[in-house]
DNA sequence: AAATAGCAGATTGGATCCAAAAAGTCGCGG
DNA sequence: CCGCGACTTTTTGGATCCAATCTGCTATTT
């Protein structure tokens, strides 16, 4: 039998970390204190700075030697970079996997975007954010590219801070809902152009909302010092 | 002028493991021992798990909590995705590239093709696959896409090591000159469908004399459990 | 003789401690 | 009044030390 499980003190810290980038109790710029932070966490430094390179290497928060860590900051020229990558990438996940999709999968990819449909019922951002990823990913790991896939766990990662305004944005909800569906159909007709072009549009609508979000809010992010 | 430079333990120490790396010092699937590596490079444990944390994160080496971490192995498969995600991704790295390059920058390029074909001419196998990697890189750093190039170079340090034997393979220093000289003239002539065809093939030569070598070394890996 | 429990060694994970570098502060001089 | 420089403080980087876990072996039991 396999172990129950043995939560290493670094996940622990990386999830925690995570959460806290995605909730915005670490804002965008804002430097982390390594001491103050495993203090709060209840660690000694040397988990997290493991945790936070893993972070870095990601890409979702900045490293200065002998400066410290910062959490990243995207400017709108670094989304638009983030979602074209996403276009390219999505577009050859999905041709991957649709040939190897069977019906059970695609069952299950309906049941999760029924969830994502109750989970906007219900309101919860973040059960409507890890609904949706978990919709939009078991179509991606159907493509049977591990590396892929990794790459666009990655870039996902590096915008969910921003991502997640579009989902309480007005009307939103029944947009994705309506996109879901048509991938969906998509899928079960096994036509790859018009999967990726639901997927296309999807995405679309999200930098849009995203785009307009970063360029009126122009969030001042203050320094507590 | 800025500082000479102050060179973290950290970085020495991932340069040093690439290179251990890439020459086969660590060959695939063998155990790092972090206290016995350690050691052999004059310094803790701390800065050395911190720098394999950066591997990881590149795929470079895999980590099993309360095992250790372990040079990855790439079968036949993860090479061919690692090199279909570079066609993709190079593709669109040319194609963003052209538009910015001056007549400089095109110099600058022939300036490193020349210098692959003075380190061929030498026959140092470092030196040529360091010169390849530029002259490529110089193109796809044109691109202003710095998420594309991160994730290009590591897919580029995944197969290293398996590239490297491409070089040493009998001709190939003169299809690669050839073929570097193609790309130039299609830079020149501002064709992106030209420089994308060029670089496939490119790629496609070396995948096929790794996809070869792979097949037929059939290296006896031993299986650590 | 085979299987399993448990003991000993090795190895990783985490915490504390010390050194080095950066940022901020105060004071002196122009 | 302002700029420059040394000193202090804060924070990061690295090393050492201790605890938790895994591996392999041995002995005991059936």
Redo the contacts between chains.
């Keep these: 039998m396999t172990h129950v499980k043995?939560p290493?003190t670094q996940?622990v810290v990386l999830r925690h970390l995570r959460a806290d980038i995605l909730t915005g109790v670490l804002p965008p710029g804002q430097q982390i204190i390594q001491e103050s932070l495993a203090s709060r966490y209840g660690v000694s430094r040397?988990p997290l700075?493991?945790a936070m390179?893993?972070l870095?290497?990601?890409?979702q928060i900045i490293h200065l030697?002998?400066r410290g860590y910062f959490v990243a900051e995207l400017d709108l020229v670094?989304m638009r970079?983030?979602y074209?990558?996403r276009e390219?990438?999505e577009s050859?996940a999905i041709r991957a996997a649709i040939p190897n999709l069977t019906d059970a999968d695609i069952q299950a990819i309906a049941a999760m975007a029924d969830e994502v449909g109750s989970a906007a019922a219900s309101g919860e951002l973040l059960a409507i954010a890890l609904a949706n990823r978990r919709f939009h990913f078991m179509i991606f790991e159907a493509s049977q590219?591990?590396?892929?896939i990794?790459?666009l766990t990655q870039?996902w990662d590096a915008t969910d801070v921003y991502r997640s305004v579009y989902f309480s944005a007005h009307g939103s909800l029944q947009i994705i809902a309506h996109e879901h569906a048509g991938i969906l159909d998509a899928l079960r007709a096994r036509d790859v152009p018009q999967a990726i072009g639901w997927q296309d549009t999807h995405r679309d609508h999200a930098l849009i909302s995203i785009a307009h979000q970063l360029d009126t809010l122009r969030r001042p992010v203050v320094t507590d010092r």
């Design positions: 043995a290493t996940e040397a700075r493991e390179r893993v870095e290497g990601e890409g030697p002998h670094n970079e983030v074209r990558l390219i990438l050859e590219m591990p590396r892929l990794r790459i870039l």
